[in-house]
């Protein structure tokens, strides 16, 4: 059993997942979200408790983020009820966003100030691997915190890796869910002009699960959430767009040039021109052609 004591802040796909499995687990573990239901679901929970971060920060040895993005964890944070002036000695928080790498830096900066040691951890896996306890965590930040929590996140994840200095797991994160997303993409591109031309969307799946073409995008979403007609890859076209702006904006600034995943962040943002911000993403595919229609006049918009 591990002896750190435990806390997930935000209880949605993904960290509901996560927090279950700490639970099953047997560690001691608090819990906290915006949404009452969502902490309702843990009340009553073997050595689980609901408390607000900044109580977390003074009885917990690790905190985990499980939010939309960086201004939630900076609005825990303030304030006299926040985690920064209630941290308990030895503190390490866990970013589990997708996030900018610069601002994770400086946030982590200003965590230091308060003796806590803030490491990013970029997630793969999907709300699927959050629930079986399976994500690959990409993890940037101070090496020695990572070691001494490593045991923790071996309750969660099945792979693990370190990169480096803190940003590294968010920046990883980010070219990651670039090259997904494209892969995706590209697999509905395919999938739509297989059956233009008379072949069937599965039989184009099950021939490339067995060439070279093969993805995840193939070998689990296609599968489990298109052909099944049951439509819940559990993510927002928004998560997608915001992920793919992020990864644009940081390949300027790293000059690096990215031009698919430039059309990937367009066809995103006119899919959410279409009405599709809240939609699971897996109805891209069904409404591939409307959008790929208006997709040139997004760009020139840009």
């Not at 990169?163 to 990651?176: F, N, P, V, Y």
């Not at 008379?198 to 489990?224: H, Q, T």
């Not at 052609?289 to 020139?300: F, H, N, P, R, S």
Request: charged share 20%; net charge negative; hydrophobic share 45%.
């Amino acid at each position: 059993m591990i002896k750190q004591k435990v806390g997930v802040v935000g209880l949605g796909n993904m960290g509901g997942g996560i927090a279950r499995n700490f639970q099953k687990a047997g560690a001691a573990l608090s819990v906290w979200d915006v949404s009452p239901d969502a902490c309702n679901a843990f009340k009553g929970l073997a050595n689980t408790e609901v408390a607000a971060p900044g109580i977390m920060a003074a009885t917990c040895n690790v905190i985990f983020f499980v939010v939309p993005a960086t201004p939630e964890i900076i609005s825990c944070f303030e304030g006299v009820d926040g985690v920064l002036e209630n941290a308990s000695e030895g503190l390490v928080v866990y970013d589990f966003t997708t996030s900018d790498p610069n601002a994770t830096r400086e946030l982590a900066a200003r965590a230091a100030t308060h003796n806590i040691a803030y490491l990013d951890a970029g997630m793969s896996g999907g709300a699927t691997g959050a629930d079986a306890g399976t994500l690959t965590l990409m993890i940037g930040g101070d090496q020695a915190a990572f070691e001494h929590t490593r045991p923790v996140l071996e309750l969660i994840a099945k792979r693990i890796f370190y990169l480096g200095r803190s940003g590294a797991g968010h920046t990883l994160k980010l070219i990651h869910n670039m090259v997904c997303h494209t892969i995706f993409l590209a697999t509905c591109e395919g999938g739509r002009m297989a059956e233009t031309a008379g072949i069937a969307l599965g039989d184009m799946i099950d021939v490339f699960n067995v060439s070279n073409a093969r993805s995840y995008a193939s070998e689990m979403r296609f599968p489990n959430h298109i052909l099944s007609g049951k439509w819940d890859a559990r993510s927002r076209v928004y998560n997608l767009h915001k992920d793919l702006s992020m990864a644009v904006k940081l390949a300027g600034t790293l000059e690096a040039k990215v031009p698919l995943g430039t059309v990937t962040r367009d066809f995103l943002k006119t899919a959410i021109t279409h009405g599709m911000t809240d939609t699971d993403y897996s109805r891209l595919y069904e409404r591939f052609d409307e959008i790929v229609a208006t997709l040139g006049d997004t760009q020139k918009r840009e």
